[in-house]
């Protein structure tokens, strides 16, 4: 298993250029998730979605856009990126009982100029 | 509301001391915890976990977690520091209910450094 593989590793975008990150998991979870982190912050979520079809908003939503593309697959889309978009951004997935911890991607550091 | 606090921003010991990152919590459910340790470059790695039963947790590479009800704190443990240990350390708690649930909130991060 690849576990949750996300693609592109680094990126830098000019303002207002748009970008799509990827994200995909073969563990069959239903649970996906969208954080970025930024020095001091912690982790904060963007977007999740429950299941295929679904997407709900998390803390940070503003200037993101997300498709749940199929059970696997869980994109991320920037459509006029800003500086302060700069951060690495994480995706996760997560067997549906609460008793399960997520499973991390290795993240895509983005940076916005 | 749900929230996880570490009130350290660094924890520094020396290889072959006990070390303890801190964290306490805030949940209206029951609190489902969880430490990762993410090591530079890389992705948050699960430690362990506290869902029910015993208040000592064992996990990964010889961390441990101790829950305690009263303090609303869940902190992480080790008995002999490694200076391999350094890395950025996260405490998250689950909302167990409804329509959140597996949503998880993190703490802030604290970065443990040992040194030689």
């Known amino acids: 298993n690849a576990g949750v593989t996300q693609t592109p590793k680094f990126q830098v975008l000019k303002t207002g250029q748009s970008m799509t990150l990827q994200c995909a998991q073969d563990m069959n979870h239903n649970s996906m998730y969208w954080y970025r982190q930024d020095p001091g912050m912690g982790l904060r979520l963007i977007y999740y979605?429950?299941?295929?079809?679904?997407?709900d908003k998390g803390e940070v939503p503003n200037g993101y856009n997300v498709s749940r593309l199929n059970k696997r697959e869980f994109s991320l889309r920037l459509e006029s990126a800003a500086p302060s978009q700069t951060s690495v951004y994480f995706c996760a997935s997560f067997r549906d009982r609460a008793v399960n911890e997520q499973f991390f991607g290795p993240g895509t550091r983005l940076t916005v100029l | 509301a749900q929230s996880v606090a570490q009130p350290e921003d660094q924890v520094n010991v020396a290889e072959g001391n006990p070390l303890t990152v801190k964290c306490t919590y805030s949940v209206s459910g029951n609190p489902y915890l969880f430490w990762y340790v993410q090591y530079p470059n890389r992705g948050l790695q699960f430690l362990l976990k506290y869902i029910t039963g015993d208040n000592l947790v064992k996990g990964s590479y010889g961390f441990e977690a101790e829950f305690n009800k009263s303090q609303t704190s869940f902190h992480l443990k080790k008995p002999s520091a490694l200076v391999s240990d350094s890395a950025l350390y996260f405490c998250a708690v689950r909302d167990d209910r409804g329509s959140t649930l597996g949503r998880l909130y993190f703490g802030r991060g604290t970065q443990l450094t040992v040194w030689p």
């Open positions: 979605s429950a299941s295929e079809g679904t997407t």
